[in-house]
């Protein structure tokens, strides 16, 4: 061992002045960390003679941009710990982007942040770890290693300020020259800046933080004068209207939509249900769809730091007297349900729905029937699903419903074939299918004596690799229609429809309208007859299809 080790302890590098340094790092990031920012440049202006100058020039003033910003963090005791957070937080964010195709914005990043331990295992794979270690581990091991040769503070200040001259003379003379390719890039592929590394990540972190400490401590009320409405009085019995937030599901992989394989065999023989085909999400990731969906902003005006700071559609239900209950088998309600009842099933340790990897959402169901057989208050239930959260497919069901053949059994997308991706993916759709063909039995079970009703609708869709894209999070104005188009289904027993007016037939002959989550907000306090300022009757897609009595 001693003979092993001799070499490497008498290893002696050159000394670099850190001016040397910060390009030689400014070097690697655009040349190895790059790949997927590179790729889609090229794509936008393809390598040809008359494109090759202006390409050479956006190299150039990224290096003199780069340079730039490292040299103002070249000193003594900053420059190593600031580089290998850079290298290894660089080397994750490649390793992302060029297995997922991800780009990297601020909802991103709290995606990141707020997404559990559990989740955040399957993401953990050896390419992964061969990723960080060879773009991140081995740099920051050289990066020690080599000596830096700093001079007395008076000659560091004159370097750095010779440096930084030359690197905004650089840009400068750059720019000008190439203004219209530089703005024409910009304006046509703005997605580019969320694929160039590490910029992306430290501008979306750095976003992130101003976010977070904007933040107000009071929470601003809404809806505080909603009433139940004429259609509540004398009713004889109580009701209970169910809200399915589903996770990852794609309306265009819905059978009951069209699609060829029968990803909805038991939905399909129910009843009286309905598929509304035509919705799209309010964003591209749980964090943003999940708040927006409950807050009544509408996408236009929705940001998570407002929705944090004021009341949702919850709180306006509770303010006009109806029981409120949120039962959650994901990371949590990303703050829809602070201020109501709720309860974490993720993590319930019931052998019958529940192993290592977590619960299946059957467990969303458990002591349904008993708590309908003794409901005593009219109540919304909101079941939020771990529906056919990625990239870990296979675990989302049980060994049952592995009926499209063969499935991808790694979070290694690319280790697999599109179609077996499709096939896993496919048959988390027939495990839901089967979840909410239950819960329907169950509510029409109880309809001889309480009111029930069924809202399902998925928080956003999913990539599977068109385009070279996977999983979802996507900026929403380029995010493919995969993403954004998401599957909705009603249905409403008996006594429901009679007593609040529902017209199915009506709601069935416009099932194709064009919809959003805008909608749900303003659709439920329609449904359910609650009277309040806040309703708007032009964003519900019940108004046309309720009868007057």
């Known amino acids: 061992m001693q003979a092993i080790k001799l070499p490497f302890s008498t290893l002696r590098l050159t000394a670099f002045r850190p001016e040397w340094v910060t390009l030689c790092l400014v070097l690697f990031f655009l040349l190895f960390c790059n790949m997927p920012f590179w790729g889609n440049l090229l794509a936008a202006q393809p390598m040809n003679v008359a494109n090759l100058p202006g390409l050479v020039a956006i190299f150039i003033f990224l290096l003199a941009t780069f340079n730039l910003l490292l040299t103002l963090l ?47 295992r399957d993401l953990l794979t050896l390419k992964m770890a061969a990723y960080v270690l060879l773009l991140g581990v081995l ?5 020690w290693r080599v000596p830096i040769r700093w001079r007395s503070p008076g000659r560091e200040i004159v370097s750095k300020g010779v440096v930084i001259f030359l690197s905004l003379s650089i840009m400068a003379l ?268 169950l509510l029409r079970q109880h309809d001889d004596r309480v009111d029930t009703a069924m809202l399902y609708v998925s928080d956003h869709g999913e990539s599977l690799g068109e385009h070279n894209l996977y999983l979802h999070g996507t900026p929403y104005l380029i995010a493919p229609d995969a993403q954004k188009h998401v599957p909705m289904l009603l249905w409403f027993s008996d006594g429901y429809r009679k007593n609040f007016g529902i017209d199915t037939a009506c709601l069935t002959r416009s099932h194709d309208q064009r919809l959003s989550h805008d909608n749900l907000y303003h659709s439920v306090l329609g449904l359910l007859n609650v009277q309040t300022q806040q309703y708007d009757a032009a964003q519900d897609l019940f108004k046309s299809c309720r009868n007057a009595g």
């Open 174 to 441: 750059v720019a000008l020259a190439y203004f219209q390719t530089f703005a024409s890039i910009a304006r046509n592929h703005r997605e580019l800046r969320f694929l160039l590394t590490p910029s992306n990540y430290l501008q979306a972190a750095s976003g992130y933080v101003r976010r977070q400490s904007a933040k107000l401590l009071v929470v601003e009320p809404i809806g505080r004068d909603a009433r139940l409405g004429a259609a509540w009085l004398h009713r004889p019995r109580k009701s209970l209207t169910v809200i399915v937030v589903g996770e990852t599901a794609r309306a265009d992989h819905f059978s009951l939509n069209g699609y060829a394989r029968e990803t909805n065999p038991q939905l399909a023989k129910e009843s009286g249900l309905i598929s509304l085909t035509n919705v799209r999400s309010c964003g591209t990731e749980t964090a943003v769809s999940l708040p927006c969906m409950f807050s009544g902003m509408g996408r236009s005006q929705f940001s998570r730091e407002k929705a944090e700071r004021r009341e949702n559609l919850l709180d306006v239900l509770q303010h006009a007297g109806l029981t409120v209950h949120w039962r959650d088998n994901q990371s949590g309600c990303k703050g829809v349900c602070d201020r109501v009842p709720s309860e974490n099933l993720k993590d319930a340790g019931v052998p019958e729905f529940c192993g290592p990897e977590g619960c299946f959402d059957d467990i969303l169901l458990r002591g349904l029937a008993e708590q309908l057989t003794h409901l005593e208050q009219n109540t919304v239930l909101v079941l939020h699903m771990m529906g056919s959260h990625g990239p870990a497919y296979y675990k989302r069901y049980p060994g049952r419903f592995e009926v499209f053949l063969p499935v991808c059994q790694t979070s290694q997308l690319d280790r697999c074939a599109q179609q077996d991706i499709v096939n896993a993916f496919d048959n988390t759709l027939r495990y839901t299918d089967s979840v909410l063909a239950k819960l329907i039995q």
């Open 74 to 120: 070249a000193w003594p005791f900053i420059l190593r710990p600031v580089l290998t957070f850079m290298l290894v937080a660089t080397a994750f964010a490649a390793y992302f982007m060029n297995q997922y195709g991800v780009m990297i914005d601020v909802n991103m990043i709290r995606n990141i942040l707020e997404t559990d331990i559990a989740e955040s």
């Open 139 to 143: 740099p920051v091991w050289l990066l």
